[in-house]
């Protein structure tokens, strides 16, 4: 196996806050003589991500995922520990590390406000100092593939979320990065927004084999995209791996829908390692453990008591998964 593109070794990172006391008298002693206190946003942060990679990077509010993402980004200095992508010091190599990173954060923008996006795109090609032929192709490509091309003359700020953030994305692109750090990309969009955003990284990723840090609030995305899932909390990785093992590693649980042709069975008879979670009308919900009872026979046992029409598996929600996940490890939003 090649070298790991992105390589975070380590990574402590320390912030010092100012405390104050509450009260006329405290703020006068804050004035007089301030006090802090150290918080680790980082406390021995590791991983490594392979050149093409798709990686979900979640964790709750405060976990360290942004500190992380602009350590990276070369945004942020380390405390301890090392970082090195592609080769390179982030720090150290920044000019060079930069023309090869886009980055899209949610809720900022690259692109100039009150200009129209062609122009913004013009002068992203000209800071990143884009070939003119090659700049132009690639702009095209990306205008086609986001379906950008009714955007193109009209001011960023005449644009709808769903709009900028794809107008946000082709401008992280335009000058081919191998690296590309997603932050919240569908946070505030409507569903045909959403799916837009998620087939086209899909594409990215696998068409140009571009290596992708995704870090969301929003399961579906990370569902619909991440190939391996890295969970912080506390300044610490709590979990690296692939989002079905992630869903064993929480419950082995999974779920069986049955509609029957009538009325669901009130009393269903079921065996060890089987439960009835709902009952609506014709509709019956059971929790099973695949460990102790295999889904073909459970199948088998109710379609044998009573008329069925139609069964579906289903696993955890991606949802309580991950909610789940943080309560075991004490990692749960505040």
Not at 32 to 43: C, I, M
Not at 103 to 121: C, I
């Amino acid at each position: 196996m090649s070298a790991p593109h992105v390589i975070a070794d380590r990574l402590v990172k320390t912030y010092r806050i100012a405390e104050r006391d509450d009260g006329l008298l405290g703020a006068i002693r804050g004035v007089l003589r301030r006090r802090h206190r150290e918080v680790r946003a980082l406390d021995g942060v590791s991983f490594a991500l392979q050149r093409g990679e798709l990686l979900g990077f979640i964790g709750p509010n405060g976990a360290g995922k942004s500190t992380t993402i602009k350590i990276l980004a070369g945004i942020l200095r380390p405390d301890g520990g090392r970082v090195e992508i592609g080769g390179l010091d982030p720090q150290a190599d920044r000019a060079r590390h930069v023309a090869r990173l886009g980055v899209v954060f949610g809720q900022r923008t690259q692109l100039w406000w009150d200009l129209p996006v062609r122009d913004g795109y013009a002068l992203l090609r000209d800071i990143y100092r884009v070939e003119p032929a090659r700049g132009a192709r690639t702009q095209d490509e990306l205008v086609a593939m986001l379906r950008l091309e009714a955007l193109l003359d009209q001011p960023v700020r005449q644009l709808s979320l769903g709009q900028r953030m794809r107008a946000e994305i082709a401008a992280a692109l335009l000058h081919e990065p191998e690296l590309l750090f997603l932050d919240e990309p569908t946070i505030g969009l409507d569903a045909p927004s959403k799916l837009a955003v998620r087939d086209f990284v899909k594409r990215m990723n696998r068409e140009r084999g571009t290596t992708v840090l995704l870090t969301t609030h929003d399961m579906h995305d990370l569902e619909a995209l991440a190939e391996r899932v890295i969970v912080i909390g506390h300044g610490r990785v709590l979990a690296d791996s692939p989002l079905a093992a992630l869903r064993a590693q929480v419950l082995a649980e999974r779920r069986l829908v049955v509609d029957y042709a009538g009325q669901a069975p009130a009393a269903p008879l079921l065996p060890d390692g089987a439960s009835v979670l709902a009952r609506d009308g014709q509709t019956l919900t059971l929790a099973f453990d695949p460990l102790r009872i295999a889904a073909p026979a459970l199948i088998a046992q109710l379609a044998a008591a009573h008329p069925v029409e139609d069964i579906r598996l289903e696993g955890l929600p991606i949802e309580e998964v991950v909610t789940r996940f943080y309560a075991l490890h004490g990692a749960a939003e505040a």
